[in-house]
């Protein structure tokens, strides 16, 4: 089972993913994305699935248009885990 962050982990955050926001209700991370059109987007959206795929962690995701918002949490570990912070800041490399 993975574990969740730590409140020492927790307290990094806003330096670690600045971007990245905690979400309301739920022990989670969301950040949202803009693009020029749709299919800049879809490009983007490509290249996180194979991230995500490669570190075997999926993120929770929407797309409208030129806009892209990812959620993550560890399911398994039920919040946030390490796993959650090493995909946000692999898709902030992008």
Known sequence: M????????RATLATALP????VAG??????????????E????????ALLAEKQDH???WSNVWNRVSITLATHDAGGLSARDIKLAQ???QL
Do not use: S
Request: hydrophobic content about 50%; glycine content about 2%; charged content about 30%.
């Open 41 to 48: 987007a879809w490009g983007f959206m490509n290249r996180v």
């Open 58 to 60: 999926h993120p929770e």
């Open 26 to 39: 739920r022990d989670a991370i969301q950040r949202d994305f803009a693009f020029r059109d749709f299919v």
């Open 19 to 22: 971007q990245w926001r905690l």
């Open 90 to 92: 692999a898709i902030d």
């Open 2 to 9: 993975v574990a969740k962050l730590t409140d020492t982990e």
